[in-house]
């Protein structure tokens, strides 16, 4: 269990969570490798079905990571994916699994040191519950 | 030849003029007819005729035909109650030739609280028709001795027709007018719901009487005395269309710890009084639920014993 | 438009439980305008059902398609040539659907995968509310312009009961009163003597009361 490397797909929106990413980049702090960034105009063209995929094709965990509600640049991007991210919580909660495989994060322009620290939040939420396809 | 529409001994009170005073017994959640035989006891030649519910609040009891007979059987006369909610329209003109044929001989007209209230709240909805129609169903059957669908009954019930009202219910400007709807439907009497605001209920009375409406129907103004804090905090506060006045809490309150029963009855007491006096309101309908042994006591300090008997 | 809601996940896959190849047909009809019944859904519910498969070590093949309507046989006939590749069929359009995949091909399993719920429309985005229970015989002028059969509890035609409280149904505070509201509208008009006109028990003769229904225009008949 112990040596168990989740994979993670993470969403991450063109404003906050890019210029984060940047900005970690500058400060030479490595996301963990096992994370792979997509990058979107904005959380809010998220769909449902782009949350569900991943775990389709075996993902382990899922995360979002965009705007502050009240400074999203496209004003209600980030709370419409915040919703449909709750929504498929539950689904995996109505397919036997875990609801915490999926998160959704608020993250402020520039904080790079935030933007790892997320990343590795959700490594270690994920790797405590074990691979998604458990054998 | 009967100049009476029932000759019910409420339409016999009322007919002569003189102040009416009903009382109210609920069915048991069964078959148990203890209880039922001690309520009606306690009613006994107390009160003119005693309402008796049909599946109240939509929670299963015996049914309100049966609790009847029982009451008849006792010396008692029932208000025999029918709601819309579980009957359809050939159900309910039978169960009124039904009721009839036994002695029953009041009948009053209700909607009925819906299903959801009680303990079958998943069961189907009927309302084939509402309390107005029911009103006019009863009226058809017993002044032109047809059924709803026009054909002739051979011999026609003959109850007398009563409907409730609310006052305080909304939107209250309309409730006068929905009053003048059930009695041009065909109801002979009416009880309202329980009255605690006086003013409001004195300025919806003068508006009856101005619209002539107490010169075609007697109308009895609903009475149940406050037992607790609880209870008229409860009635403010949960039940719809039920006007409780602050007043009427704060002077529960002040009655002091033991003593708040006893001036619940004086605050009822006081308003049989005033209804007596005041114009178009042709008796009282006492409301004392699962307190029907404080009847016979409050019939007594009201000054409405003896009953007339005819 | 009709309006359903989805049937929990669990439900829909206890019922193809142990079946290796579906189908799911959606319906671009009401049930897309309501979200619950079109291409999107179509694809999630399938993805749902591949990762429960993966996660129980089955394979499970679920194939997605959505029909134009599944009210009408022309459409339902589209799916004739793939349809006999599956055990089972799961429509999420609204109740006809499962009935005309049933109809049209008998030798198929058609499971319903929604929730047919009532006639209604769109209060804003994401609320449907209930406004016709298609009685057969509609005589909402008479009332405002709002129909009391479907929208009063008790369905009451000389309403309102004792039971309206602030504009709320007694059943719940979510509720309308639309007795409330029909009152308060025709006072309004000063139609006050419409409102305290007698309306006669209604025929539910036209309604599902008289048994199922039928509508036919004769000059469209071959």
Same mark, same amino acid.
């Given at each position: 269990?112990?040596?168990?490397?989740?994979?993670?797909?993470?969403?991450?929106?063109?404003?906050?969570?890019?210029?984060?990413?940047?900005?970690?980049?500058?400060?030479?702090?490595?996301?963990?490798?096992?994370?792979?960034?997509?990058?979107?105009?904005?959380?809010?063209?998220?769909?449902?079905?782009?949350?569900?995929?991943?775990?389709?094709?075996?993902?382990?965990?899922?995360?979002?990571?965009?705007?502050?509600?009240?400074?999203?640049?496209?004003?209600?991007?980030?709370?419409?994916?915040?919703?449909?991210?709750?929504?498929?919580?539950?689904?995996?909660?109505?397919?036997?699994?875990?609801?915490?495989?999926?998160?959704?994060?608020?993250?402020?322009?520039?904080?790079?040191?935030?933007?790892?620290?997320?990343?590795?939040?959700?490594?270690?939420?994920?790797?405590?519950?074990?691979?998604?396809?458990?054998? | 030849?009967?100049?009476?529409?029932?000759?019910?001994? =409420?339409?016999?009170?009322?007919?002569?003029?003189?102040?009416?005073?009903?009382?109210?017994?609920?069915?048991?959640?069964?078959?148990?007819?203890?209880?039922?035989?001690?309520?009606?006891?306690?009613?006994?030649?107390?009160?003119?005729?005693?309402?008796?519910?049909?599946?109240?609040?939509?929670?299963?009891?015996?049914?309100?035909?049966?609790?009847?007979?029982?009451? =008849?059987?006792?010396?008692?006369?029932?208000?025999?109650?029918?709601?819309?909610?579980?009957?359809?329209?050939?159900?309910?003109?039978?169960?009124?030739?039904?009721?009839?044929?036994?002695?029953?001989?009041?009948?009053?007209?209700?909607?009925?609280?819906?299903?959801?209230?009680?303990?079958?709240?998943?069961?189907?909805?009927?309302?084939?028709?509402?309390?107005?129609?029911?009103?006019?169903?009863?009226?058809?059957?017993?002044?032109?001795?047809?059924?709803?669908?026009?054909?002739?009954?051979?011999?026609?019930?003959?109850?007398?027709?009563?409907?409730?009202?609310?006052?305080?219910?909304?939107?209250?400007?309309?409730?006068?007018?929905?009053?003048?709807?059930?009695?041009?439907?065909?109801?002979?009497?009416?009880?309202?719901?329980?009255?605690?605001?006086?003013?409001?209920?004195?300025?919806?009375?003068?508006?009856?009487?101005?619209?002539?409406?107490?010169?075609?129907?007697?109308?009895?103004?609903?009475?149940?005395?406050?037992?607790?804090?609880?209870?008229?905090?409860?009635?403010?506060?949960?039940?719809?269309?039920?006007?409780?006045?602050?007043?009427?809490?704060?002077?529960?309150?002040?009655?002091?710890?033991?003593?708040?029963?006893?001036?619940?009855?004086?605050?009822?007491?006081?308003?049989?009084?005033?209804?007596?006096?005041?114009?178009?309101?042709?008796?009282?309908?006492?409301?004392?639920?699962?307190?029907?042994?404080?009847?016979?006591?409050?019939?007594?300090?009201?000054?409405?014993?003896?009953?007339?008997?005819? | 438009?009709?309006?359903?809601?989805?049937?929990?996940?669990? !439900?829909?896959?206890?019922?193809?439980?142990?079946?290796?190849?579906?189908?799911?047909?959606?319906?671009?009809?009401?049930?897309?305008?309501?979200?619950?019944?079109?291409?999107?859904?179509?694809?999630?519910?399938?993805?749902?059902?591949?990762?429960?498969?993966?996660?129980?070590?089955?394979?499970?093949?679920?194939?997605?398609?959505?029909?134009?309507?599944?009210?009408?046989?022309?459409?339902?006939? !589209?799916?004739?040539?793939?349809?006999?590749?599956?055990?089972?069929?799961?429509?999420?359009? $609204?109740?006809?659907?499962?009935?005309?995949?049933?109809?049209?091909?008998?030798?198929?399993?058609?499971?319903? +995968?929604?929730?047919?719920?009532?006639?209604?429309?769109?209060?804003?985005?994401?609320?449907?509310?209930?406004?016709?229970?298609? $009685?057969?015989?509609?005589?909402?002028?008479?009332?405002?312009?709002?129909?009391?059969?479907? &929208?009063?509890?008790?369905?009451?035609?000389?309403?309102?009961?004792?039971?309206?409280?602030?504009?709320? $149904?007694?059943?719940?505070?979510?509720?309308? $009163?639309?007795?409330?509201?029909?009152?308060?509208?025709?006072?309004?008009?000063?139609?006050?003597?419409?409102?305290?006109?007698?309306?006669?028990?209604?025929?539910?003769?036209?309604? &599902?009361?008289? +048994?199922?229904?039928?509508?036919? &225009?004769?000059?469209?008949?071959?």
């Amino acid at each position: 269990m112990n040596d168990f490397k989740p994979q993670l797909v993470a969403f991450c929106c063109s404003n906050c969570a890019s210029s984060a990413a940047k900005v970690a980049e500058g400060m030479k702090k490595a996301l963990p490798d096992n994370v792979k960034i997509i990058h979107i105009p904005c959380t809010g063209r998220i769909e449902i079905l782009h949350l569900l995929k991943p775990f389709e094709e075996g993902a382990d965990g899922v995360y979002v990571a965009g705007c502050q509600e009240d400074s999203c640049q496209y004003v209600s991007g980030i709370a419409k994916a915040t919703k449909r991210v709750m929504y498929v919580k539950k689904i995996l909660e109505e397919l036997g699994s875990e609801p915490d495989r999926i998160d959704v994060f608020n993250l402020s322009a520039g904080k790079g040191q935030e933007f790892v620290e997320v990343a590795y939040k959700m490594v270690n939420t994920v790797k405590e519950l074990g691979p998604f396809l458990s054998a | 030849m009967s100049e009476y529409k029932s000759g019910s001994n =409420l339409e016999k009170v009322l007919n002569a003029g003189l102040f009416a005073f009903t009382g109210e017994c609920g069915p048991p959640q069964g078959a148990n007819l203890t209880h039922l035989k001690e309520k009606a006891g306690y009613l006994k030649g107390c009160v003119d005729a005693v309402n008796v519910t049909d599946n109240q609040t939509a929670v299963v009891r015996m049914s309100s035909w049966a609790a009847s007979l029982i009451l =008849l059987q006792e010396g008692l006369e029932p208000n025999f109650q029918m709601v819309c909610r579980d009957r359809n329209r050939l159900a309910i003109q039978s169960d009124i030739l039904g009721a009839y044929t036994m002695g029953i001989r009041n009948m009053l007209c209700l909607s009925g609280d819906h299903q959801k209230f009680g303990n079958h709240p998943e069961a189907k909805n009927v309302f084939d028709i509402d309390s107005m129609q029911l009103i006019y169903t009863t009226k058809t059957m017993r002044d032109e001795g047809k059924f709803l669908s026009g054909q002739d009954i051979d011999v026609a019930p003959k109850l007398f027709i009563g409907a409730a009202s609310n006052p305080f219910a909304e939107p209250v400007d309309f409730r006068v007018h929905r009053l003048a709807k059930k009695i041009a439907a065909g109801a002979d009497f009416i009880q309202t719901q329980c009255i605690y605001n006086m003013d409001r209920f004195r300025s919806f009375m003068k508006q009856a009487v101005d619209m002539g409406l107490t010169e075609k129907c007697y109308i009895l103004a609903g009475v149940t005395p406050m037992k607790s804090v609880g209870m008229a905090r409860y009635m403010a506060n949960s039940v719809p269309g039920m006007d409780v006045p602050d007043s009427l809490i704060k002077r529960l309150k002040g009655a002091g710890k033991g003593k708040i029963a006893e001036e619940g009855i004086k605050f009822a007491l006081e308003q049989i009084e005033e209804f007596k006096e005041m114009e178009g309101v042709a008796g009282v309908h006492l409301m004392a639920i699962e307190w029907e042994h404080k009847v016979p006591e409050i019939a007594e300090r009201a000054g409405v014993l003896p009953r007339p008997t005819f | 438009m009709i309006v359903a809601e989805p049937k929990p996940i669990k !439900e829909i896959l206890e019922m193809v439980k142990d079946l290796k190849k579906i189908l799911v047909v959606g319906c671009k009809g009401c049930v897309t305008v309501c979200n619950v019944g079109g291409t999107k859904e179509v694809g999630i519910l399938a993805s749902s059902i591949k990762i429960y498969g993966k996660k129980n070590g089955q394979e499970i093949e679920v194939e997605e398609y959505t029909l134009e309507r599944q009210c009408d046989p022309e459409y339902v006939d !589209e799916i004739k040539n793939i349809i006999g590749d599956y055990d089972a069929v799961i429509s999420i359009a $609204c109740g006809v659907g499962p009935q005309f995949l049933s109809e049209r091909y008998p030798s198929s399993k058609i499971f319903p +995968g929604v929730n047919t719920k009532f006639i209604g429309g769109a209060i804003e985005h994401g609320i449907w509310s209930e406004r016709c229970a298609g $009685c057969g015989t509609c005589v909402v002028h008479f009332f405002g312009g709002l129909c009391p059969i479907s &929208r009063c509890s008790k369905s009451l035609l000389n309403g309102p009961c004792g039971g309206s409280s602030n504009g709320k $149904c007694e059943i719940s505070k979510d509720v309308e $009163c639309i007795w409330d509201s029909i009152v308060r509208k025709m006072m309004e008009q000063n139609r006050l003597d419409e409102l305290i006109e007698f309306k006669p028990p209604k025929s539910w003769i036209t309604a &599902r009361d008289g +048994g199922p229904r039928r509508m036919i &225009r004769e000059e469209l008949v071959k």
